[in-house]
């Protein structure tokens, strides 16, 4: 046990407690968890141990939805290792991005009793769900009892979320979680982290997990670029990809415990980004140590093992936790907004470019398996009045291949919802994909199929302000009458170098909707769904949809997929 101490008036925090570990959890090992806490710092006058928040303090904070304010005193209040804080503010966090109805009390209980038939642990080792990375389910400081919770806990939440296919960090993460709480308040912790639209807490798919560290790269490339040149002079011609795949694992992997409490303090309100940050922090620190003359870190040294080069710095960073989230969270010019941009663009080039590959792969049959069904093809003559089958046949064959599989429904149409725009979004928000068809009064047909929710015109950025633009590079633009074209988005042949212009999807708020954006809009229509206007945009770089530019709307129709 490592205990910086400083005097005993200067423990105020646990100076009541009989055992200095009485905050861990009961299936914690707490033998060699080492508690670091305020420590004298050599050159500054010594004064009395700043006073930290309470609980009741952040709480009050949360529940004001004082977000930006919760965010600084996460970031400075250095809690020790030990402080039983966390028992109440890591659960509080986690619940604030908790989406759908709240669970009750005994919900996970009965989901054990469904998934194991007992709420006995078993004996034997439980089979973990394919989604976890068997090398990296840390246990950290867990017990063999912790152990098979941590194992209990991820097997049910692979049972209740079944759409995750891959995530290495989940396992560890729900192992930090119950060092400080019990096995029912890790579950609901975690079922709030794999939930939410608005931040990325945790990866579900092995995209995703691409995406990441590839952002993390790009990022660095900007904000630490001697480090990550130095880090490529030392790669011996490899390319320095290999070295950032497991940038997550620096933190996650590698920190001393006493550090990775203190990131996780704020990653659980601040989501994935905390991070981020603090990779590109490991990184700057490490190039700074490596360079330095007393350094014990030579080049040759590195060289010779660079894939684990990191992770062994990580493991005895030579800073203390406050100095590393203050390197992480002092780097200048990053902001949430750009790396957000960063990581949705890294993702739509990868999804893009996944589909271009599935569809050579998966070549279209002319089978029903790629057709719509009978009894879709019954609904839409039904429904619509925009779509004859033979269009409805084009579409499909337009559509990303996985989108076939469902059923389309009309989820709202100008003949029997009305002209609002009120109305449509409350018919059509929350469904994702959509497809929009126009009919003009001239006859015309076009529409465009949008990738996202229309409910992301509501999201907000880290400093409260809306986001003008969503979506990804599935969306696609087509006319279907007079003429029949497709104008899918530019970037997914590769980059185009046109910027933030190529990447202007879908936007909305309570005066209009816009698809295209850059030089022009593909489509624009206003509040009441009466008149519109296209132009050639940067994004789909597409002609005008029709004729004249501006249109008068005489049907709108609005189809989701069952199930998508």
């Not at 360079?291 to 203390?320: G, H, Q």
């Not at 059923?407 to 409350?426: A, K, M, R, W």
Request: net charge neutral; with cysteine.
């Amino acid at each position: 046990m490592l205990v910086n101490a400083i005097g005993a008036d200067h423990l105020s925090g646990i100076e009541e407690e009989t055992d200095i570990y009485e905050a861990f959890a009961p299936h914690v090992d707490t033998t060699n968890i080492s508690i670091l806490d305020f420590v004298h710092v050599p050159g500054k006058t010594s004064g009395k141990r700043p006073s930290l928040k309470s609980f009741q303090d952040v709480q009050g904070l949360i529940q004001q939805g004082k977000k930006r304010e919760t965010k600084i005193v996460l970031r400075e209040n250095s809690w020790s290792t030990n402080s039983p804080i966390r028992s109440q503010l890591w659960p509080a966090l986690c619940a604030q991005h908790h989406v759908g109805k709240t669970m009750l009390d005994g919900f996970y209980w009965d989901m054990v009793n469904q998934v194991f038939g007992t709420t006995e642990l078993p004996d034997k080792p439980i089979m973990l769900p394919p989604f976890v990375d068997s090398t990296h389910c840390l246990p950290y400081h867990l017990t063999r009892k912790g152990r098979a919770v941590a194992d209990r806990v991820v097997s049910v939440l692979g049972y209740a979320c079944p759409d995750i296919t891959y995530s290495p960090t989940l396992y560890p993460i729900t192992s930090i979680l119950l060092h400080f709480m019990s096995e029912e308040e890790c579950y609901h912790c975690m079922a709030s982290l794999v939930a939410p639209k608005e931040k990325v807490f945790i990866t579900q798919t092995k995209l995703l997990y691409e995406v990441t560290w590839k952002t993390v790269m790009q990022v660095a490339k900007k904000h630490a670029k001697s480090s990550v040149n130095y880090l490529s002079s030392l790669c011996n011609g490899k390319k320095p990809e290999s070295i950032f795949m497991d940038w997550c694992w620096w933190i996650l992997g590698g920190l001393p415990f006493p550090h990775l409490v203190r990131v996780m303090d704020c990653f659980f309100h601040e989501g994935i980004k905390v991070f981020y940050r603090v990779s590109l922090a490991i990184l700057i620190l490490f190039h700074k140590h490596a360079t330095a003359s007393n350094s014990e870190l030579d080049a040759d040294t590195i060289k010779n093992d660079i894939d684990n080069a990191l992770p062994k710095f990580c493991k005895n960073i030579p800073v203390s936790p406050t100095k590393l989230l203050r390197t992480a969270f002092s780097i200048r010019a990053l902001s949430s907004t750009y790396i957000s941009r960063v990581f949705l663009k890294t993702e739509m080039l990868l999804k893009s470019k996944s589909l271009l590959s599935g569809t050579k792969q998966l070549v279209r049959s002319r089978s029903s398996d790629n057709l719509p069904t009978s009894q879709s093809q019954i609904n839409v003559q039904m429904m619509s009045h925009t779509l004859t089958i033979r269009e409805l046949f084009t579409l499909w064959s337009w559509l990303p291949v996985r989108i076939t599989m469902y059923q389309p429904v009309l989820l709202y149409t100008t003949e029997e919802h009305g002209c609002s725009l009120t109305t449509f979004y409350v018919r059509v928000e929350q469904h994702e994909p959509t497809l929009l068809m126009i009919k003009t009064c001239n006859n015309e047909v076009f529409g465009a199929y949008c990738s996202s929710r229309w409910y992301e015109r509501n999201l907000k950025d880290d400093r409260g302000q809306r986001q003008a633009y969503f979506g990804t590079g599935e969306t696609f633009l087509f006319s279907l009458y007079p003429e029949r074209a497709k104008y899918p988005w530019v970037g997914i042949e590769g980059d185009t170098g046109l910027g933030h212009a190529s990447e202007l999807f879908m936007a909305a708020d309570s005066k209009m909707i816009t698809i295209g954006g850059g030089e022009g809009q593909a489509i624009w229509m206003d509040e009441n769904i009466r008149f519109g206007k296209t132009d050639r945009c940067q994004t789909f770089n597409n002609p005008p949809l029709c004729a004249s530019g501006d249109f008068e709307i005489r049907v709108l129709e609005v189809y989701g997929f069952v199930g998508a």
